[in-house]
């Protein structure tokens, strides 16, 4: 009794490490993809919707460039503390850069954006 006992935890253990066959799927190699694609779109359609992405990333810096580009941190406030004014220790102008004012009125803004 005890040695049917033993056997049962034996086999038992030994079959918990036996690897488990690897299944393979039935979908076909054609269609499997590798890759994320979204839901309602094939492979090629979201690779043409990329491209077309990147392409107006790429317009978006390419305009900034044009514009001038930007300012790293440090040099601006280098230029800052150089236009700073003081008055014993009373800051008289900043030396501060704004954004450009696109439209010198509320109403201007409203009548460009269709609003009353």
């Known amino acids: 009794m005890m040695r ?5 935890l034996v086999v038992g253990l030994i079959q918990a490490f036996v690897p488990v066959p690897v ?8 269609t499997r993809v590798n890759a994320y694609v979204p839901d309602g ?12 992405e990147a ?5 978006a810096k390419a305009k900034i460039k044009a514009k001038g580009g930007s300012v790293p941190l440090n040099a601006w406030l280098k230029e800052l503390e150089k236009k700073q004014q003081l008055k014993g220790e009373k ?3 900043s030396g501060h850069t704004y954004a450009k004012q696109k439209f010198s009125t509320k109403e201007q803004y409203d009548a460009t954006k269709g609003k009353k």
């Open 41 to 52: 779109l094939t492979a090629a359609q979201w690779a043409v919707k990329q491209k077309e």
């Open 55 to 59: 392409a107006k990333k790429a317009a």
């Open 23 to 30: 299944t393979t799927t039935s979908t076909p190699a054609l």
């Open 4 to 8: 049917a006992v033993v056997f049962a």
């Open 91 to 93: 800051i008289v102008g």
